[in-house]
């Protein structure tokens, strides 16, 4: 289930709240449990069982890790604990791929499971996180379960680590902040929609007018570069914006999973701002395991290498994702020699000279970065970023109508706008200061929450009319 | 602590009510089955079956179901269409562009394929049952002919789409007479909300095609020679898809005695077990020019299927007050359906077909092509998307 669908906003959301509230807190995380399940079944009907499965086998093998702990059996289960969630990760995602492109043995897999790949990291953690005695084991079944299903971050993160909700799960809501959790997920949760239905949604279709085109001309390859990034800025964070506020209604605090990525000035403050919960599992399992940044260089060097073909990989598997993975291993290893080889030298510019090209260095990359994500092929992506230069197949120098292009940018500038201007805090920094002025006047507190209220009002309607529209399905008698 | 509590108990008592007056009025409305704005037949409610909840067509149609069930649909709709002009500053709403009270759908960009594949259809058609016969063709200009480019928005060539099925004609050695109806045609000779062309405005397009064709002479085309006939409320298709208010037409039908004697024979309504009679066998299904029992909602949700009584494979209308004894053969679109009437005091019998509903290698089977004028016309954007002719 979607949570942009109606059936999930009015239908399953209400009855969630509803039933969760409804019972003691000692039931909550039951219905918790069988509410996630409904979601997730309503999109895999026949996967839920193998997600069931996963929480049984993770729980009863931690168990016994537990249990065996002193023992060479209870290492035995702690990798089994962790391999066999991979295991499935592998088969349903990854089989296929390295099949092709290892033996050249062309097959066919069952479909990807909606979220695998959230929640086989969410598992991994949680028996890592055991093993290592950073968590007490889960004894109860439902509590563990209803940690793993959590629908609100079910299927696209962020990803939550057990410690970080462990103690709603184990202790419940905290009664004095029901109100004020409540208020916030339902503010956030409207945002999130919003970034979602209203922007990368719209954003979306005019990417779709522009490969429409056979051909087109360089202006607007580079506003199709600029909206791809944008579209998928806006669905992921957006995404994430309404798993968070759908945390804050059931009492939970996830962690944040976007800090304005694209205001960053370098690409590992990219990645501290984008999708972070993911650049944080990486970095606590993988690339700190294998020693982080305090070894020799060229060991450094294949640590990150590692650490970002995984997280290529983890997107997709597709020569796409990987390459793309990789061009942030080298941007970092270049980031990190230029840093140091600029740290005794004497160079001063002036900060905002500095800060103009760090900020278009970053965003070229980021473009870049996006065409390569968005694209099926290799080719695909080549000849969008040939295209961003004025030349590949994507141009046409004698196909392109300007007045065409020129009119597909003309309608959707208003939405570009908004998104570019949408993705910086501006919006942000421009209503703490309005809220600062109107808390210093009468009534301006009051003025502040009617401003929520409609806002969040208006952005409901808004979602519901354009999620309404988009099943608009004429009947046209052939088109006419 | 208690001034805060209620202070957050404003937004979630609003969302709760709003949440709960959706609900509430979805539970209490009842269900329609029809919407009038969309023209269609709105989905039921699913039934709940192993197969259907294993394989996913209960999620997905149940989806559906509540999409267009749910309350204030049409409202909600046009709300989504004024955020996209007057907020988002779009100059379309699902492809729908509104100007002087016209609307149209964009169309483009020219697909030559698509043009080419027309030609090809249509010189495999004259190879294989009228090798011999005059052939005409025209195309129907739509509106955007009339309104694109001189407000800004794309449209597609149309001295290069008519370049290409030119070229593809003359290239096939057959011999193929061409007709401008273009020239005839302006933006008024369209209905405002839908993308036909209106039938009491056709008189200039009709003397032009009746002269090509050679039965110039035996056509009334004046005003004063028909009786008009008011169809109020007609909300063309583009009325739905643009969801913003828009005054209904008025589908002005024309009769004269040669109309009223006419009678048509159409396939679809006259095949029983597999078994077809013909228009001049007994026992067939006869209906007059207009049909005026497809204006109610159980029969059409179209108010221009009073033309003919709407989409079908082949029709035959037998016109015995004729001047002629000539027989006319269209391929056509449903344009021909409000035009072909205006033929009716040149020619005994006027067959149409309509490729987009049987397949080419079928139609000798019903229809005698043997002295006919035969005539194809097609409105660009059929010709810009023939992949559906079969």
């Known amino acids: 289930m979607l949570f942009s669908s109606i059936t999930f906003l009015y239908f399953f959301l209400p009855c969630a709240v509803l039933f969760y509230f409804m019972v003691p807190q000692k039931g909550r995380n039951f219905i918790l449990f069988v509410m996630s399940l409904l979601f997730y079944a309503w999109g895999e009907p026949v996967y839920v069982l193998l997600m069931l499965m996963q929480i049984v086998i993770s729980f009863v093998l931690v168990l016994l890790m537990d249990r065996f702990r002193e023992e060479r059996a209870g290492r035995a289960f702690y990798m089994l604990s962790v391999l066999l969630p991979f295991a499935a990760l592998f088969y349903f995602k990854y089989f296929h791929f390295f099949m092709e492109n290892l033996f050249g043995i062309r097959i066919k897999t069952a479909a990807l499971p909606i979220g695998i790949s959230f929640y086989t990291f969410q598992i991994a953690s949680y028996c890592i996180d055991v093993w290592h005695g950073r968590v007490k084991r889960q004894e109860n079944f439902i509590t563990y379960a209803a940690y793993v299903t959590l629908f609100p971050q079910l299927v696209a993160g962020p990803i939550v680590r057990y410690s970080e909700i462990e103690q709603t799960l184990v202790k419940g809501m905290d009664s004095s902040e029901l109100y004020g959790s409540l208020e916030q997920g339902i503010v956030r949760f409207a945002a999130g929609l919003g970034k979602k239905v209203l922007i990368a949604n719209v954003i979306g279709e005019f990417a779709a007018e522009v490969l429409a085109l056979e051909q087109r001309g360089i202006a607007l390859s580079w506003a199709y570069a600029i909206a791809v990034s944008l579209q998928i800025y806006f669905d992921f964070s957006g995404y994430s914006d309404m798993a968070i506020g759908l945390g804050n209604i059931f009492g939970f605090h996830f962690p944040e999973n976007f800090r304005y990525p694209f205001i960053s000035k370098s690409i590992s403050e990219f990645w501290r701002r984008w999708h972070i919960t993911l650049g944080a599992w990486f970095r606590d399992y993988v690339y700190i395991p294998l020693g982080g940044n305090r070894v020799r260089m060229i060991r450094w060097i294949f640590n990150i290498f590692a650490v970002w073909f995984l997280t290529g990989l983890w997107h997709g598997a597709g020569w796409n994702f990987i390459l793309w993975g990789l061009m942030f291993a080298v941007l970092l290893v270049m980031e990190k020699g230029c840093s140091r080889l600029s740290a005794g030298a004497d160079i001063s510019f002036p900060r905002y000279i500095a800060g103009f090209f760090r900020h278009l260095y970053v965003a070229a990359v980021i473009i870049i970065s996006f065409l390569i994500f968005q694209n099926d092929t290799l080719t695909g992506a080549f000849a969008d970023i040939q295209a961003l230069a004025g030349c590949g197949s994507r141009i046409g120098h004698a196909a392109v109508k300007p007045e065409m292009d020129a009119y597909l940018l003309r309608n959707r500038i208003g939405i570009l706008c908004i998104g570019l201007i949408g993705s910086t805090p501006v919006p942000l920094w421009l209503w703490q200061r309005a809220q600062e002025r109107l808390n210093g006047i009468r009534f301006g507190a009051a003025a502040v929450r009617l401003l929520r209220v409609l806002f969040t009002a208006v952005l409901l309607l808004l979602c519901t009319a354009y999620l309404i529209d988009g099943s608009f399905n004429p009947f046209l008698y052939f088109r006419f | ?390």
């Open chain 2, 1 to 390: 602590m208690r001034k805060g509590r209620q202070k957050h108990r404003v937004i979630i008592l609003t969302l709760l009510f709003y949440m709960a007056g959706i609900v509430l009025v979805f539970t209490l409305c009842s269900s329609k089955t029809i919407s009038e704005s969309e023209r269609r037949r709105l989905a039921q409610k699913p039934k709940l079956t192993a197969a259907s909840l294993t394989d996913k067509s209960f999620m997905e149609d149940m989806e559906t179901y509540l999409l267009d069930h749910f309350p204030f649909r049409d409202g909600l709709r046009r709300i989504k269409a004024y955020f996209a002009y007057d907020v988002l500053r779009q100059k379309e709403n699902n492809d729908i562009y509104v100007v002087d009270g016209y609307a149209s759908k964009l169309e483009y960009p020219l697909d030559g394929a698509s043009v080419r594949r027309l030609a090809g259809k249509m010189t495999s058609l004259k190879h294989q049952y009228f090798p011999n016969q005059n052939t005409w063709y025209a195309m129907v200009p739509d509106k955007n002919y009339f309104l694109a480019e001189q407000n800004g928005y794309p449209s597609i060539d149309y001295t290069q789409m008519t370049g290409i099925l030119m070229q593809e004609l003359e290239d096939s050695g057959q011999n193929w007479n061409d007709m401008d109806i273009s020239s005839s045609l302006d933006i008024g000779d369209y209905y405002r909300t839908d993308t036909h062309w209106r039938q009491e405005q056709l008189f200039d397009t009709a003397a032009k095609i009746g002269e090509a064709l050679g039965v110039g002479e035996y056509l009334k085309l004046q005003k004063a020679d028909f009786e008009e006939h008011a169809i109020e409320n007609f909300y063309g298709v583009y009325y739905g898809q643009a969801a913003l208010p828009m005054k209904p037409d008025t589908i002005i039908y024309l009769t004269d005695e040669t109309i009223e004697k006419a009678s048509v024979w159409n396939l679809e309504e006259n095949i029983l077990d597999g078994k077809v009679t013909m228009s001049e066998e007994k026992g067939a299904v006869l209906k007059p020019v207009y049909r005026l029992d497809k204006l109610t909602e159980e029969m059409s949700l179209d108010k221009y299927d009073v033309f003919l009584g709407g989409a079908s494979s082949i029709q035959v209308i037998q016109s015995p007050l004729a001047a002629t004894d000539k027989r006319l053969i269209i391929f056509r679109d449903s344009y021909t359906s409000s035009l072909a009437p205006l033929f009716l005091e040149a020619y005994r019998e006027i067959t149409l077909v309509d490729l987009r509903y049987i397949s080419s290698d079928l139609i000798g089977e019903y229809v005698d092509f043997e002295g006919a004028d035969i005539l194809f016309l097609y409105s660009t954007a059929v010709v810009n998307h023939a992949a559906v002719l079969k």
